[in-house]
């Protein structure tokens, strides 16, 4: 796939298409804190393509092949918020389904409420409200998690950055379902050799997600399905309950065995219900 550039003032933001822009269905992958486009995994963009969608996906600020910040700079949600409508403009999309995973869900749900023009319907993933704020948010982290991905021995060599990587993968993903190890390594391999993970970009992302400046949920007016994995290391499951309780009309789908990723196993059920709220 071809990497293509959009613009967002001095910061120049990656993306890839998949389909036909001009007759497939708008959708937008948005993805979570410090990780790649690439781990949005090709087959379920394929399994996106054929179920009708044409597919953007892109790396955040900070992230792979777009602009990198350098210690002590700082960017907040709106930020980001921003870039998404740069990829928008530069696809040539007036508005567009949206699908955020993580803290790509929080930015799906600022873009929602502060550009609703450019916002068909929102499938918001494994996420917190966006209006939540720090305390709130500090609640539905499991912290024994993060501390656990804090104690990753620093890496030394190329292949001590790409084996951190997979744990922090395998620590996130559904303990419900098999890990795809193969598929882990090599778009870990993939993600080190785009741009190697940078600690800072870590901090400056966390800080942004709590630096969202919108209007309450209750004011979302776009078609809304909220999933949350039910046995989420990281983010507890009433996270997605409680985004969607104040969203009018929002869905919520909590499936056993989940946890902060996406399973192979579930794709056919979730690409039907992004179908369903794009129709």
Sequence with gaps: M?????????????????????????????????????WWPDE???????AGFAVVRFDNRDTGLSTHFAKGDSYTGNDMVDDALAVLDAVGWSDANVFGGSLGAAIGQALALLHPERVRSLVSVMGTPVT???????????????????????????????????????????????????WARHVATLSHDRHPRDPGTTVRQNAASRRFTVPALSTLTRPTVVIAGADDPLVRPVAGRDTARQ??????????????????ELWPDIIERTRAVAR
Excluded: W
């Design 2 to 38: 071809t990497v293509r550039y959009a613009a967002n003032k001095d910061v120049q933001i990656a993306y890839e298409v998949l389909g036909d822009p001009a007759t497939g269905v708008p959708l937008l992958l948005i993805m979570g804190l410090d990780y790649q486009m690439v």
């Design 44 to 50: 379920f963009c394929e399994q996106l393509v054929a």
């Design 132 to 182: 939540a704020g720090t305390l709130r948010t500090l609640r539905y982290v499991r912290f024994g998690t993060v501390a656990k991905l804090a104690r990753l021995p620093k890496a030394a060599t190329r292949e001590q950055e790409i084996d951190n990587l997979v744990t922090v993968y395998r620590t996130v993903a559904s303990p419900g379902y098999p890990f795809p190890e193969d």
């Design 247 to 264: 969203i009018p009309g929002a869905t919520f789908v909590s499936y056993p065995g989940m946890g902060h990723n996406l399973p192979e």
